[in-house]
T-cell receptor
Framework: AQKVTQAQTEISVVEKEDVTLDCVYE???????LFWYKQPPSGELVFLIR??????QNEISGRYSWNFQKSTSSFNFTITASQVVDSAVYFC?????????????FGGGTRVLVKP | GAVVSQHPSWVICKSGTSVKIECRSL??????MFWYRQFPKQSLMLMAT?????????EQGVEKDKFLINHASLTLSTLTVTSAHPEDSSFYIC?????????????????FGNGTRLTVT
């Protein structure tokens, strides 16, 4: 069975600080996708980034960057120079490319509070 | 970008009544839709997978007779909570994707509706 663990339940930072969110996953699949979603207080889920299991290249997209380490089954996410608008719950998610398609297994979420 | 519309955004109903939630894909054909439930301050849990024109596949522990899912067209799936009780109060959110050849296809990031907050009194 698939499992996603986000050990940090809540992180509080002051604006302009960097925030790194941890994510560890378990899967028996050799092909899979990893995602990060943001859920602001309004409730909608906003897609942030996606990585497939064959691509361990880490990238930066604006203020977002991620560190995918297949050897440790981790997919950490960093917000650089945080802003108050970044306050939200962030979910790491895992899907497979089997018959279930994009059925997602979510982690427990990390609540990020950015204080001005 | 792909848009998934969910309606209503919130609903309050009395115990014992039924509530229908709609999930629409506005600019693509959604061959598959997923329904999730999220209790306060908890994660999202998949309830069922809905494929157009066929019966939904429910996750273990989800009562299919209580949570009726209909995916009659490529742009609309509905979730009906029958005989709702206070413990059904939750945030319900749908997501959708297209087929293998779709621009919002098999391995595209799922796009989610804005969710429906159900309160049963």
């Amino acid at each position: 069975a698939q499992k996603v663990t986000q050990a940090q339940t809540e992180i509080s930072v002051v604006e302009k600080e960097d925030v790194t969110l941890d994510c560890v996953y378990e899967t028996r699949d050799t092909t899979y996708y990893l995602f990060w979603y943001k859920q602001p207080p309004s409730g909608e889920l906003v897609f942030l980034i996606r990585r497939n299991s064959f691509d361990e290249q880490n990238e930066i997209s604006g203020r977002y960057s991620w560190n995918f380490q297949k050897s440790t089954s981790s997919f950490n996410f960093t917000i650089t120079a945080s802003q108050v608008v970044d306050s939200a719950v962030y979910f790491c998610a895992l899907s497979d490319t089997g018959a279930a398609g994009n059925k997602l297994t979510f982690g427990g979420g990390t609540r990020v509070l950015v204080k001005p | 970008g792909a848009v998934v519309s969910q309606h209503p955004s919130w609903v309050i109903c009395k115990s014992g009544t039924s509530v229908k939630i709609e999930c629409r894909s506005l600019d693509f054909q959604a061959t598959t839709m997923f329904w999730y439930r999220q209790f306060p301050k908890q994660s999202l849990m998949l309830m069922a997978t809905s494929n157009e024109g066929s019966k939904a596949t429910y996750e273990q522990g989800v009562e299919k007779d209580k949570f009726l899912i209909n995916h009659a067209s490529l742009t609309l799936s509905t979730l009906t909570v029958t005989s709702a009780h206070p413990e059904d109060s939750s945030f319900y959110i749908c997501s959708a994707r297209g087929g293998r050849d779709s621009l919002i296809g098999y391995n595209s990031p799922l796009h989610f509706g804005n969710g429906t907050r159900l309160t049963v009194t």
